[in-house]
């Protein structure tokens, strides 16, 4: 879970059962193990062999079109069911998301302020509701200038300081509430920051360093010094200081 994204995170916090999440995890690394990485993977490097002259520097085409270069040089027929795999593969990490983000806003705001004692069947209908508004709202945040692109950038500025947090909270026991939070907010804080003036091309920071860099460096700064600072909240099993971090970050 750690190594990938999340993805990963918002689909297991939404699942009804332990097995049923270490399961998912389970089945989900074969499959993309044999299936969408292998197929990435040589599509790759057919297309940096065969297309050497297309791509940046020598060409003007981005690396990052290698897959439909190499479609565009395959019978219709395949390239057609490769893209309906494309397509199926973004559908699915959407809905992920979408998942993620209407269960938590149907437990942790719908349920917690308005109905807490909701059956799982009365809350079945808020559901469906709080799904299409998100949906919605989202279709239309992809109309704000830089559309998708702001969308992509700042999910993935986010990404960072939070699997920093985890890690913290089970291989560090001195991390505390506090650190977590302070840790959490300097972290995304100056991601967001970079994000904003690279898309704007103020300061290009990935002319010096990944983005992804500062993230890690800021947040674990902010996390321990904050924690050696502050009396520790829980000092119990990792599963405990996971759950509380998540909470903290959360609500």
Excluded at 47 to 74: E, Q, R, Y
Excluded at 100 to 115: E, L, N
Excluded at 208 to 219: D, F, M, Q
Aim: glycine content about 10%.
């Amino acid at each position: 879970m750690f190594g990938g994204n999340n993805y990963y995170w918002l689909r297991v916090s939404s699942t009804r059962s332990e097995s049923t999440a270490k399961k998912s995890f389970v089945y989900a690394a074969i499959i993309l193990a044999v299936g969408p990485y292998l197929i990435l993977t040589l599509s790759g490097l057919y297309a940096g062999t065969a297309f050497a002259d297309t791509f940046a520097p020598n060409g003007d085409v981005s690396p990052m079109s290698a897959f439909g270069v190499v479609l565009k040089g395959l019978p219709i027929a395949i390239a057609a069911f490769a893209l309906l795999g494309a397509l199926a593969a973004s559908i699915s990490t959407s809905t992920t998301s979408l998942i993620g983000a209407s269960s938590t806003a149907t437990r942790d705001i719908y349920q917690k302020y308005y109905r807490p004692n909701a059956t799982p069947k009365e809350l079945t209908v808020p559901s469906k509701i709080i799904t299409m508004v998100l949906g919605l709202l989202v279709w239309v945040l992809c109309f704000y200038p830089g559309g998708p692109l702001f969308l992509f950038a700042f999910s993935t500025a986010w990404l960072g300081p939070p699997s920093v947090l985890v890690l913290l909270g089970i291989w560090w026991k001195r991390t505390t509430m506090a650190g977590a939070f302070t840790g959490a907010v300097v972290g995304i804080g100056l991601t967001t920051l970079f994000t904003i003036l690279e898309l704007t091309n103020i300061f290009v920071l990935s002319q010096y360093t990944h983005i992804g860099v500062v993230g890690l460096i800021t947040t674990i700064l902010a996390t321990v010094i904050v924690s050696l600072l502050t009396t520790p909240n829980i000092m119990g099993s990792p599963i405990g200081k996971i759950t509380a971090i998540t909470r903290l970050l959360t609500n």
